[in-house]
């Protein structure tokens, strides 16, 4: 089993920034490909970014590139997930996700899923 664990959501206004944070536990955690989706209200989850195991490679979903950025520290099993410019569209509860696969872009290829952390961005 694999558990992760969000952090960092909250409230911004239009143009702020936040960092998230995704820490991952078990003994197979390692072993896995980080990525974060985001359910906006009303809405269907959706993709966000997703990086390799190792963190050579990331993936972005194309309307936020240059915005987000995601990234892994190995040492401590946690992934981050830093939003700039941030719009009242990207309100959302965003989730963090594991996956065995070389890197994830997909719900169906989640194997492990946190709680959510709410980020709410004001007009």
């Known amino acids: 089993q694999v558990e992760l664990v969000e952090s960092g959501g909250g409230w911004v206004q239009a143009g702020g920034s936040l960092r998230l944070s995704c820490t991952a536990s078990g003994r197979t955690s390692s072993g896995y490909a980080m990525g974060w989706f985001r359910q906006p209200p009303g809405k269907e989850r959706e993709f966000v970014a997703a990086i390799t195991r190792g963190g050579s490679t990331t993936v972005y979903a194309d309307s936020l590139k240059g915005r987000f950025t995601i990234s892994k520290d190995n040492a401590k099993n946690t992934v981050y997930l830093q939003m700039n410019s941030l719009k009242p569209e990207d309100t959302a509860v965003y989730y963090c996700?594991?996956?065995?696969?070389?890197?994830?872009?997909?719900?169906?290829?989640?194997?492990?899923w946190g709680k959510g952390t709410l980020v709410t961005v004001s007009s």
């Open positions: 996700a594991a996956a065995g696969a070389i890197i994830v872009r997909t719900t169906a290829q989640v194997n492990y």
